[in-house]
Nanobody, 121 residues
Framework: QVQLVESGGGLVQAGGSLKLSCAAS????????MGWYRQAPGKERELVAE???????NYADSVKGRFTISRDNAKNTVNLQMNSLKPEDSAVYYC???????????????WGQGTQVTVSS
């Protein structure tokens, strides 16, 4: 199995910054894509940003130019630097990873437990 542990959420004023981090551990041969999703109350979970093992990135239109995703393949970590935060960015943020295991050719999708980000106006 694989565990994803997130850190870095919290309360910040509009215009401020936060950095989220996620570390993956367990039975990992290789991690394909890693990403961040968020879910606000009453809304569906949505993709915020994702990054492939080769470093290609994809962002939701709502965060382009403000958020930056990065990863360290050697450490199995992914970060999300969030700048110019807005109240509408408030949500629970979840780390996601597509993992290839040593014991199976089938990749697994894993989620972190979520970390709360609250942006006050």
């Amino acid at each position: 199995q694989v565990q994803l542990v997130e850190s870095g959420g919290g309360l910040v004023q509009a215009g401020g910054s936060l950095k989220l981090s996620c570390a993956a551990s367990g039975s990992i041969r290789r991690i394909n894509a890693m990403g961040w999703y968020r879910q606000a109350p009453g809304k569906e979970r949505e993709l915020v940003a994702e990054i492939t093992s080769g470093g290609s990135t994809n962002y939701a239109d709502s965060v382009k130019g403000r958020f930056t995703i990065s990863r360290d393949n050697a450490k199995n970590t992914v970060n999300l630097q969030m700048n110019s935060l807005k109240p509408e960015d408030s949500a629970v943020y979840y780390c996601n990873a597509n993992v290839q295991h040593w014991y199976s050719p089938v990749a697994g999708i894993y989620w972190g437990q979520g970390t709360q980000v609250t942006v006050s106006s």
